[in-house]
């Protein structure tokens, strides 16, 4: 009955800890995930423009042959980071339940609490002598669940790849502990297979292996043996030489699956890596890492791009931040000269240093830091923090006032966390919260105000948007996207030699810039100068062949010069290389309806409308198509459809009542008339024009029936 008591006990007390872990982890995330949700920064990339992500039906060829944001892997503008099977959960979600921020945030929250489960699963399962594994294991996985500088990761929909990740590093970690003990390669296959599968979705499962095998010399006991033993038992394990070959392996097949080409960064997204003085460089990457550790111990300043303006370099040895530098290996030596007799310390040591390895500097990383990354190393970070406080509450067992003391601190180290992730959650909602916070951390951080600028841009604050895309270019004169985006503002004001001056600002600093090139034809195109803007629209092209915005904008050139048949060729080009192009369906149509081509007209609209099936642009052409073809029916179906989406909208009000006119029903066409005329009368002429000729034909009418 004891046995069963305690048993009883047992399973209570750890669906208590359960309960109380999932139940922090909504607390901090709940509305950050749940109501309100967009996709912000790096989401709209890899998300909401990505075509393997919104391409029906699963196109398998595109997303294991393109990189996480949507550019051909083999492509001299990919990144190369391959991630086919977080591309795969996001369009299978946009299948299921559509392009929607809030059920993918709670997806990423849900995968954090099973993380967190995990964690806290993992450390009860370790043997470390002098300290209490529940302790540990609770506390530990707490300060997980809690740390904010976990919410980038949680938040912002991209961050999927590290959330599984991490659940398939916590996987492995589990199956290591499991099989300590037991003969056989049957669980190094497992991790190595699931190390495989973890690289699909993020490159850094790649180190899996050398935490298992670090988690298991610690378990087995060897750190425990003479340094000459444990050489023999570590190259004689098999294990061992099987995490190596496998990691080896999978580093090969995945640098082959990008043809062993290395991705081309800019300096504007890691100078640091840019900087051409070896001594700068090294001593700026070693500050890094002080700085990644500095935010996982106090989050206080988090900044979603820390590129440009955030960290400045280190260009001497006298650099009073490099004291930070050798604190931190100082904190390193002394644990690896104690690491027998603070095996828990030095674990969790490794469990932080290993996973953090690809994005360390030891590779060429397009940003400085990226909370993101930390996701995964802060489950070494809280095994290490927790176990140090863990042995200072033990040090002081005989004195109850530091024990109460270090239980109120620890319990208030939790509110704050709580809070601040909450906080952090929030503006993690949308870009303008997420935008502006970033001012108050890095407010001379360039990539900052280019984001707050083009947010203001898309907004209609035009003030705003020359503030911050000045401030940005002061900040950094060579920052060829805010150059290029200031010239266009200028453009759409009409500005057009301000444009083209920014504009080859922009080429200037970057000459292989296919979207400036693009855009200096427009404003080009804008000022007449149709051979030059032709030029540089070829230019873009040498840089960039499957341009689809930019044959577009070919074949604008050509229908202001009147070559109808290029024009159309352009536009039919622009939709081949990217069906969802909107604005080229619409012109190819409008250029067929207006030649009295309407059966091609029909047939590509059909075609349009299978690849943007509520394209509004489309279904108003169709329709008038129709109408002229003497369709009512269904020319009414989609005059309403469009109407139905945009009521305001003073064409499609006009073009119903020209459709009922034709159609000889007089009154639905007076009301879809007036109401055209009551939407925007000015620029209701035709509206106006045929009610006049509708309303003296109903009084020439009605004088008749008279007499």
Request: with cysteine; glycine share 4%; aromatic share 12%.
């Amino acid at each position: 009955m004891v046995s069963i008591d305690l048993r009883h006990s047992s399973t209570l007390h750890s669906l208590v800890c359960q309960s109380i872990l999932v139940l922090m982890c909504l607390i901090c995330y709940g509305y950050g995930g749940l109501s309100g949700a967009k996709f912000v920064f790096d989401d709209t990339v890899a998300i909401v423009k990505n075509r393997n992500v919104y391409a029906l039906p699963t196109n398998w060829t595109a997303i294991f042959s393109h990189d996480f944001w949507g550019a051909p892997l083999l492509s001299a503008d990919s990144h190369k980071s391959f991630r086919p099977l977080t591309t795969l959960m996001f369009h299978y979600e946009y299948a299921l339940l559509g392009l929607n921020a809030a059920h993918m945030k709670f997806l990423n929250l849900l995968l954090h609490c099973v993380n967190t489960l995990l964690m806290w699963r993992l450390i009860r399962s370790l043997y470390v002598e002098e300290i209490d594994i529940e302790r540990w294991a609770t506390i530990s996985a707490a300060l997980f669940a809690a740390h904010p500088v976990h919410t980038e990761a949680v938040s912002g929909v991209v961050g999927r790849a590290e959330l599984m990740f991490g659940l398939i590093h916590l996987l492995c970690l589990m199956l290591t502990v499991a099989s300590v003990d037991k003969p056989g390669c049957k669980s190094v296959i497992l991790i190595l297979l699931l190390t495989a599968i973890g690289m699909l979705f993020k490159e850094s499962a790649v180190t899996i292996p050398l935490s298992c095998a670090t988690l298991d010399y610690f378990q087995n006991g060897t750190y425990m043996l003479p340094r000459k033993l444990q050489q023999r038992v570590i190259t004689t394990r098999l294990r061992y030489g099987c995490y190596i070959f496998g990691s080896v392996f999978l580093v090969v097949v995945r640098l082959w699956w990008q043809n062993f080409e290395a991705p081309e960064f800019k300096t504007v997204d890691n100078p640091i890596a840019h900087n051409e003085h070896l001594l700068t460089r090294g001593l700026s990457q070693q500050y890094l890492l002080v700085m990644n550790f500095w935010l996982m111990l106090c989050p206080q300043w988090l900044c979603f791009d820390w590129a440009l303006g955030c960290v400045n370099l280190v260009t001497s040895i006298w650099d009073m931040r490099l004291q930070a530098v050798i604190a931190f290996y100082s904190f390193i030596l002394v644990a690896l000269m104690n690491f027998r007799r603070l095996a828990g310390l030095m674990l969790g040591l490794a469990l932080m240093v290993i996973p953090f390895l690809p994005a360390s500097g030891i590779i060429r990383v397009g940003f400085v830091i990226a909370e993101r990354t930390l996701y995964v190393p802060s489950i070494g970070f809280c095994l290490l923090s927790v176990y140090g406080f863990l042995y200072c509450y033990n040090f002081n067992a005989d004195k109850a006032y530091w024990r109460n003391m270090l239980q109120t601190l620890i319990m208030l180290l939790f509110a704050v966390m709580m809070i601040r992730t909450r906080q952090r959650a929030a503006e993690w909602l949308n870009e303008e919260t997420l935008f502006s916070s970033a001012l108050q951390v890095c407010p001379n951080n360039a990539k900052v105000h280019y984001n707050i600028a083009r947010l203001a841009t898309d907004t209609g604050n035009s003030t705003r948007a020359f503030q911050h895309y000045h401030k940005a270019i002061e900040l950094y004169p060579e920052y060829e996207s805010a150059l290029m985006n200031l010239g266009n503002l200028y453009r759409e004001h009409g500005q057009l030699l301000t444009a083209e001056k920014y504009i080859r600002a922009a080429l200037i600093a970057y000459p292989a810039f296919p979207v400036a090139w693009m855009n200096l034809g427009i404003v080009q195109s804008a000022q007449k100068k149709f051979d030059e803007a032709l030029h540089s629209y070829k230019e873009a092209l040498k840089y960039r062949a499957d341009y689809a915005v930019c044959y577009y904008n070919m074949g604008n050139l050509y229908l202001e010069q009147q070559r109808y048949a290029e024009a159309l060729h352009h536009w039919q080009h622009a939709v081949t290389v990217n069906p969802r192009q909107p604005k080229a369906w619409a012109n190819i149509l409008t250029m067929l309806d207006n030649r009295g081509m309407y059966e091609d007209a029909l047939r590509l609209s059909e075609q349009g409308l299978f690849q943007l099936p509520h394209e509004p642009s489309i279904m108003f052409i169709r329709a008038n198509v129709l109408g002229k073809l003497k369709h009512y029916v269904e020319a009414e179906s989609l005059y309403k459809q469009v109407i139905e989406m945009d009521p305001h909208n003073m064409l499609y009000h006009t073009n119903l009542g020209v459709l009922y006119h034709r159609w000889d029903k007089v009154q639905e066409a007076i009301n879809s008339y007036r109401t055209a005329i009551s939407l925007h009368a000015s620029r209701a002429t035709t509206a106006r024009d045929n009610l006049g000729k509708l309303l003296k034909r109903m009084e020439r009418e009605a004088a008749k029936e008279h007499e």
